[in-house]
């Protein structure tokens, strides 16, 4: 009995013993695979956040591209996120295609990698800048005033307030943005009222030139508007010099003023009809000039009557520039029977009022043009800019200013847009000669190897 008694002993701390070093192997096996599900579990996060902190990049360099172009990285820049946490990333420009340095003008690449904890992923997109088309077809800043019977065909609102008198009609949605308030606005189906609680940021006119005078002459410059009123070794950084009558005959401005004695120069356009012979000449019997495409500086505006000028838009962008900036005295006034656009395509002319003068839309024939009047701030920290409408005419383009007053008559305004910032339509961009506005995505993204 003792040694069976021992034998069986002996094999139940033997059996314990298996026991234990089964219980072992297992726990050590669960510990091991605890120990590698949290090991791929950490990296598997560190791969999410290292893609979330590339995209971040890519934001971040928008921003500051969209703030001021010309500070855009074409060397890489490093950014820990947040500060010494070890998390960061790297971040440069070049043009596209091709590479290299991005010189400001076209559109570009951004290459981002994001990094946590040695582990890199790097993306790269397209980005390009956009214009002001594609907002609003009216807009007033500070305040909006709309009466008569007017047709507003696309988006309008304010950041301030609005007041409607008479019956237009709405055809589009309408944002109160902002803090906006006044009277009740009711848009046509399926035009809708929108409350917004952030105001609509735009650019003023001096920065809109600013940042032509790099795009076509490569100024750094932060005079505004005025800059077109400036030139080098004797040569204008405008195009009034090639302002001729229809018979090609140079047209001289002087003091940067178009009115009555300007028209004295230009002969009188004695063609009944446009170059089809059947449609009627609209400017037949007027003393016309012609601007073709380029940047026109003006600090008096005055196109009426027996007057008119030929847009000849059809191979490039007419930009027509009223300043000076901040400067007054009496309001630049257009007659729409006095102008006649040859491409009828309001994203070919561009009116920029930049001065503190009113600037009066007026007459019954169509314009095809984009009217902005947005500037400042000046001395005494305010921005400005006034457009008044007058009359019967058609208006083919957007409507953007501080204050805008739309008074009598049923004149219509055509701007197939739904509100809000961001990009305008689908296009390529700006087209050439539209300053830009804001550098956002092309639609093209990838993730790359680092490069």
């Known amino acids: 009995m003792g040694h069976t008694d021992r034998r069986r002993g ?75 946490s070890g998390r960061s990333f790297e971040v440069h420009v070049e043009a596209y295609p091709g590479g290299g340095a991005w010189d400001g003008l076209g559109p570009f690449w951004i290459i981002s990698t994001g990094t946590v904890s040695g582990v890199s992923r790097t993306v790269r997109v397209v980005a390009r800048g956009y214009g002001l088309a594609g907002l609003y077809a009216l807009f007033g800043i500070d305040s909006l005033n709309v009466g008569g019977n007017a047709t507003i065909n696309g988006a309008s609102g304010t950041n301030g307030t609005v007041q409607i008198a008479g019956s237009p009609d709405i055809n589009g949605n309408f944002l109160y943005c902002g803090t906006a308030t006044g009277d009740t606005v009711i848009p046509t189906p399926p035009g809708e009222v929108i409350h917004t609680p952030l105001a609509e940021s735009f650019p003023t006119v001096n920065e809109l030139a600013n940042l032509r005078a790099w795009e076509k002459y490569g100024v750094q410059t ?143 024939m169509d314009m095809y043009a984009n009217v902005y009047a947005y500037n400042g701030p000046d001395g005494s920290g305010d921005y400005y800019g006034l457009i008044d409408i007058i009359g019967d005419g058609n208006i083919w383009g957007s409507v953007i200013g501080y204050d805008v007053r739309k008074a009598t008559g049923s004149a219509t305004i055509n701007f197939p847009s739904s509100g809000g910032t961001g990009p305008g339509g689908t296009g390529p961009g700006p087209a050439p000669g539209e300053p830009i506005l804001f550098y956002g995505f092309d639609r093209s993204w990838e993730e790359v190897d680092a490069l």
Request: hydrophobic share 40%; charged share 15%.
């Open 10 to 84: 002996g094999m139940a701390l033997v059996l314990a013993l298996v026991a234990i070093l089964i219980i072992s192997i297992l726990l050590a096996g669960s510990l091991l695979l605890s120990v590698s599900h949290m090991s791929l579990s950490n990296l598997n996060n560190n791969y999410a956040n290292a893609l979330n902190l590339a995209e971040a990049g890519v934001n971040w360099e928008l921003w500051k591209i969209s703030t001021d172009f010309l500070s855009a990285d074409n060397s890489p820049v490093t950014v820990e996120v947040p500060p010494d």
């Open 222 to 364: 932060y005079l505004g508007i005025d800059f077109f009123s400036t030139s080098e070794g004797g040569v204008p950084y405008n195009d009034n010099a090639s302002i001729v009558d229809t018979a090609g005959t140079p047209i001289s401005i002087t003091a940067y003023r178009i009115g009555p004695q300007t028209f004295l120069q230009a002969d009188t356009d004695d063609n009944p009809y446009l170059e089809d012979g059947i449609t009627p000449n609209p400017l037949y019997g007027k003393r016309v000039i012609v601007l073709g495409p380029g940047d026109y500086y003006f600090e008096s505006f005055d196109v009426q009557g027996s007057n008119g000028i030929k847009i000849d838009d059809s191979e490039g962008i007419v930009n027509i520039w009223l300043g000076p900036s901040g400067g007054s005295g009496s309001a630049d006034i257009i007659n729409g029977n006095c102008l006649f656009f040859t491409s009828q395509d309001p994203s070919h002319c561009n009116i920029y009022q930049g001065s503190k003068r009113s600037i009066t839309l007026t007459g019954t």
